[in-house]
């Protein structure tokens, strides 16, 4: 039996309570979404782009705050992962947009997840790099806090598998025929620095040019 300290810790946990995915927009959620959740998309695009603008929008109405736009060290590859903290109540799809200047691109691609509520975005980090080992950098997270991180990078180089780091649960993995974008989550019980981490292989003669990034809820 639980003690009311482990009572209290469990009942601050934010646990997944669905995913969508779609190459192109809009993702339709499977089911009506619940009030008061947190909604979490990472839009992905593989093309080089000059003046890169990205959006992110639903049928609930909810506002959605983005992170800024993540390229990777090649510059072959484009994301941004936007956040909904107290959503609304119903079915819901939501639609992600990215243009060059005033031109709207294709090929884009949109994972969206949906968490148990959080009281408020706390912090950030992100890294890019090149190599089989990707680390976002850390950021300070208080006691009970809940992490997102994830992964994005150029499928052209042959990447064929991603995998959570230590304490991670994957969340949403994307790509064919090889992963080009993987999602993950924890919840801390100790304050500390975190970092998102993965890793991943390629195929004989690839390379994995790689956007990290991690996020704290609180």
């Not at 691109?105 to 148990?116: A, D, K, N, P, Q």
């Amino acid at each position: 039996m639980l003690n009311r300290r482990q009572e209290e810790r469990l009942n601050k946990m934010a646990t997944l309570v669905q995913t969508g995915f779609a190459s192109g927009s809009p993702v339709i959620f499977d089911n009506d979404n619940l009030a008061g959740n947190l909604l979490l998309v990472l839009v992905y695009v593989e093309k080089q782009i000059a003046d890169p603008v990205f959006t992110c929008e639903d049928d609930l109405g909810n506002t959605y705050i983005g992170l800024g736009i993540r390229i990777s060290d090649d510059g072959n590859s484009y994301g941004e992962l936007f956040y909904s903290i107290g959503i609304a109540a119903g079915t819901n799809a939501i639609r992600a947009h990215v243009l060059d200047g005033t031109t709207e691109l294709t090929g884009i691609r949109v994972m969206c997840h949906e968490f148990s509520a959080v009281n408020s975005f706390s912090d950030n980090n992100f890294a890019s790099g090149t190599g089989l080992s990707q680390n976002s950098g850390t950021v300070s997270a208080p006691a009970d806090a809940f992490l997102f991180g994830y992964q994005f990078s150029n499928l052209t180089r042959g990447q064929t598998a991603i995998f959570t780091g230590t304490d991670w649960t994957e969340a949403l993995l994307f790509g064919s025929p090889g992963p080009n974008g993987f999602t993950q989550y924890r919840n801390v019980t100790a304050a500390g620095d975190y970092a998102s981490v993965t890793t991943s292989t390629v195929g004989k003669g690839g390379s994995c040019h790689w956007v990290e990034e991690v996020v704290v809820f609180v």
